[in-house]
């Protein structure tokens, strides 16, 4: 069966996306842990993140680093965290969370419905400081 992810990565559910390559995809989060929160995502269908090829791992962890220094520039948040939980979801991702305390860290807390004219605003700063 598809993933919630593959849909979104092929346009079938909007995404705010901040970057595309041919391995992964980063998308704002629907569900925010904090404003910029970005979800690092393989196109290949791959349900946990330890059969991830290593050559892949490698890709997505770049990515996330990359996209890490830019919202630190754009939001001037103290750190970015990440996270892979892998229960959220069947098809492995990183969480890439800018924040400016550990409390943000708390998914029982993250927003349900994010005002979506402020996240194309963040996710346009991403993209530019990228």
């Known amino acids: 069966m598809t993933t919630i992810f593959t849909r979104i990565i092929n346009g079938e559910i ?20 904090a404003p910029g929160h970005v979800l690092v995502v393989p196109i290949a ?22 996209i890490g220094k830019a919202q630190q520039a754009a939001l001037q948040c103290e750190r970015v965290g990440l ?18 305390h550990i409390g943000q860290f708390d998914f029982s807390t993250a927003a349900s419905d994010p005002d979506r004219a402020e996240m194309e605003r963040v996710a346009a700063a991403i993209r530019e400081a990228l």
């Not at 993140?49 to 791992?57: F, G, N, R, T, Y």
């Not at 492995?92 to 924040?99: C, K, L, R, S």
Request: hydrophobic share 50%; proline share 8%.
């Open 45 to 66: 269908e791959i349900d946990h993140w330890i059969d991830v090829p290593a050559d892949l791992s490698a890709h997505l962890f770049a990515v996330a680093q990359r």
């Open 14 to 33: 909007p995404g705010i996306f901040v970057h595309r390559d041919n391995q992964c995809v980063a998308f704002l989060s629907v569900n925010p842990l």
């Open 83 to 100: 996270i892979i939980a892998g229960y959220e979801v069947p098809h492995a991702h990183i969480h890439v969370v800018p924040t400016t």
